[in-house]
């Protein structure tokens, strides 16, 4: 994958003791678009296919397996609808009230996921899903088309800054592929696989963050001895 490394990595430090600020950062679960190739042909918009019913099934999955018992006390999602039915799903399990959106955290790269035109908030199909949004981020989505390296250099800040709005709370943050890669230290850790240069994460991969002190970009990967500075 042609990117800038976002992050150096260093040996652990002992963060033992002391309260932890977790962000769980997950990919949206399966699409539509990628099981039925048609739909994309007849869709009002192609560039924001739904969920599959196996891909609510990988969220609520999801949700229960590695959240519940997290103390989670929000879920921020990109504000496209697949990332919205996963945020939904995390909601509904962990008994939370609602989903706060964020435009920073989307993918609007050139050619991705059927984008081809500037993209929109899906309002009215929001409320025919049932979405329950608790909080609006009312600032543009990125301008259609932006390039890979550009749209990969917004979601370091875009978790950075949404840790230190949220801080103490432990939050999951349901985002794209692209988004959970830039938070796997380049793709080392987590539900990761390579093909050649290239690499993507499974539907609902995730990866772990802690930290012990707000305004500090030192990120620990839970379950793994190795800590990311996000530069």
């Known amino acids: 994958m042609d990117m800038d490394e976002p992050m150096a990595v260093t040996a652990s430090p002992d963060l033992t003791g002391g309260n932890k600020q977790r962000l769980f950062i997950i990919r949206h679960g399966e699409r539509l678009d990628n099981v039925d190739y048609s739909w994309e042909r007849t869709a009002e918009?192609?560039?924001?296919?739904?969920l599959t019913a196996h891909g609510i099934e990988e969220a609520v999955t999801a949700a229960r397996d590695r959240f519940r018992g997290k103390d989670i006390k929000h879920v921020i999602s990109s504000p496209?609808?697949?990332c919205l039915q996963t945020a939904q799903q995390i909601c509904n399990v962990l008994q939370l009230p609602g989903i706060h959106t964020c435009n920073e955290i989307v993918d609007v790269v050139n050619g991705h996921c059927g984008i081809h035109q500037q993209p929109e908030v899906p309002a009215q199909e929001v409320a025919k899903q049932g979405i329950k949004i608790a909080q609006v981020d009312d600032r543009p989505l990125p301008e259609?088309?932006?390039r890979t390296r550009d749209g990969l250099k917004r979601f370091i800040p875009a978790y950075?800054?949404?840790?230190?709005?949220?801080w103490p709370h432990n939050v999951v943050i349901v985002t794209h592929g692209y988004?959970?890669?830039?938070?796997l230290a380049?793709?080392?850790?987590g539900k990761v696989?390579?093909?050649g240069a290239g690499a993507w994460v499974d539907y609902c991969g995730h990866v772990e963050l802690s930290r012990t002190e707000k305004d500090s970009h030192e990120w620990t990967m839970e379950g793994h001895e190795e800590i990311v500075i996000y530069e």
């Open 160 to 166: 950075c800054s949404l840790a230190d709005e949220y």
């Open 144 to 146: 259609y088309p932006e």
């Open 186 to 189: 380049a793709g080392k850790l």
């Open 45 to 50: 918009r192609p560039y924001d296919p739904p």
């Open 179 to 183: 988004g959970v890669l830039q938070a």
């Open 193 to 195: 696989h390579r093909r």
């Open 80 to 82: 496209f609808l697949r």
